[in-house]
Every structure is written in structure tokens, then in C-alpha cells.
């Protein structure tokens, strides 16, 4: 079973809609971090959320973080070609022995048709 | 570029050699991390340094798996006696950490990709 569950696994959009992914877990995270990977290339850190309820807007992309710190949501406005690739939340668990010890999940592989 | 660097970005190999993969993390960075990815997952924890500390292996994979961070500055992992098993992406990661128990944010290097035939 997976800690983070991320939906959808796929999503294949036309240039200029909205989507939005989201990222659960049964768990509570001291922190979750958002990122975007392109094939053949490490994940690239978006954002990181830290504290219940918030909001953290990067230009057309905003991130929740969930009031009880065990889900996120990822919105794209507009999306553009350049949005393709893997959408990869990790979340380090708010036990203090897990710190440094980040879990990811499976991820949702975003396609933006020209 | 002051990013986490890998090396080999790629390495193919015979089942049962050995490899080594080098990963320098960034300057000031005191925690380096090693995560395998395979196809159509995120990235699998495999274990964490703080300086030249590891501070948590039970998760490598088999006892095959080795890392060192000799002077708290590179790292390396390897594999001995490959197994096609192992073939995936493997990453690097870099973090600064307040304290030993502090969240921190981890910025990854481009990974090493291993085939193993």
C-alpha cells in the first residue's frame, strides 16, 4: 500500500484547460513537497508546504496543503505544452523518527496537447 | 553549475559486476540522500547521510547495497553482483538541515541510469 496516493495516474489535457491533482495519504506530514520530473531527469523541487490549510501560488500553478496535513492538491490554470511530465508529491511522516526520510508517491504523468 | 551532480549519467553492465556511482551534492548541502526509481513509480528511499554519517540503511535493498560518504562530502553507492533487478534510475538528492531532526527540502541531481543485461 502506497503511504501518498496520487491522482489521477494519467491526465492527457488540451493546451489552455484547467486541471487539477491531487496527493492522499491516512498520514500526517510535517512537510510536503511538490515536484515535476521530465524523462531521463531527477525530480525538480516546485514548492514545499509546511503548514495546515496553506496556499502557496508559483505563476499559473497553486498548491494546498490540507488543514489536517495529510493531503495536497496541485492546480494548473492554463495549462501549456511546457506543463508535460511526472507530478511527484513526497511527504516526510511527523513522527521525529522519520525525519530525513522522505516517501514519494507513484505520481500523476501530465500531457498538454498543442 | 552548483546543482547535485551524478556520474555516470549512464552504465550498462553484466549481470554479476560490480558498479560504483559517484554523486557530489551541493557545496553547503550537510544531508545526502540515495532513492532508486523504476518505470512508472516515484523515487524509493534507499538511505540518508548527515555529514559523513549515515544515518538510516535499513531500506538499501539487499546487502549488495553499499554507501559511504567518506569526508561529509561525496558520496558513493554500489552495487555488487548485479542483477538485471536492479536496472533503474538511481538518485541523488541534497539538503541542508538545521538540526538532526529538522524537515528539510531536498534538491535532486539529474540520476544515474543503470542497465543491467
Known amino acids: 500500500t502506497q503511504l501518498l496516493e496520487q491522482s489521477p495516474q494519467f491526465l492527457s489535457i488540451q493546451e489552455g484547460e484547467n486541471l487539477t491533482v491531487y496527493c492522499n495519504s491516512s498520514?500526517?506530514?510535517?512537510?510536503l513537497q511538490w515536484y515535476r520530473q521530465e524523462p531521463g531527469e531527477g525530480p525538480v523541487l516546485l514548492v514545499t508546504?509546511?503548514?495546515?490549510?496553506e496556499v502557496k501560488k508559483l505563476k499559473r500553478l497553486t498548491f494546498q496543503f490540507g488543514d489536517a496535513r495529510k493531503d495536497s492538491s496541485l492546480h494548473i490554470t492554463a495549462a501549456q505544452p511546457g506543463d508535460t511530465g511526472l507530478y511527484l508529491c513526497?511527504?516526510?511522516?511527523?513522527?521525529?523518527?522519520?525525519?530525513?526520510?522522505?516517501?514519494f508517491g507513484d505520481g500523476t504523468t501530465l500531457t498538454v496537447k498543442p | 553549475d552548483t546543482g547535485v551532480s551524478q556520474d555516470p549519467r549512464h552504465k550498462i553492465t553484466k549481470r554479476g559486476q560490480n558498479v560504483t556511482f559517484r554523486c557530489d551534492p551541493i557545496?553547503?548541502?550537510?544531508?545526502l540522500y540515495w532513492y532508486r526509481q523504476t518505470l512508472g513509480q516515484g523515487p524509493e528511499f534507499l538511505t540518508y547521510?548527515?555529514?559523513?554519517?549515515?544515518?538510516?540503511k535499513s531500506r538499501l535493498l539487499s546487502d549488495r547495497f553499499s554507501a559511504e560518504r567518506p569526508k561529509g562530502s561525496f558520496s558513493t553507492l554500489e552495487i555488487q553482483r548485479t542483477e538485471q533487478g536492479d536496472s533503474a534510475m538511481y538518485l541523488c538528492?541534497?539538503?541542508?538541515?538545521?538540526?538532526?531532526?529538522?524537515?528539510?527540502?531536498?534538491?535532486f541531481g539529474p540520476g544515474t541510469r543503470l542497465t543491467v543485461l
Open positions: 538528492a541534497s539538503s541542508l538541515a538545521q538540526t538532526s531532526f529538522s524537515t528539510d527540502t531536498q534538491y
Open positions: 498520514s500526517v506530514f510535517s512537510s
Open positions: 508546504v509546511v503548514t495546515g490549510g
Open positions: 513526497a511527504g516526510e511522516k511527523e513522527e521525529i523518527t522519520n525525519a530525513g526520510k522522505s516517501t
Open positions: 557545496s553547503e548541502h550537510n544531508r
Open positions: 547521510f548527515q555529514n559523513e554519517a549515515q544515518l538510516e
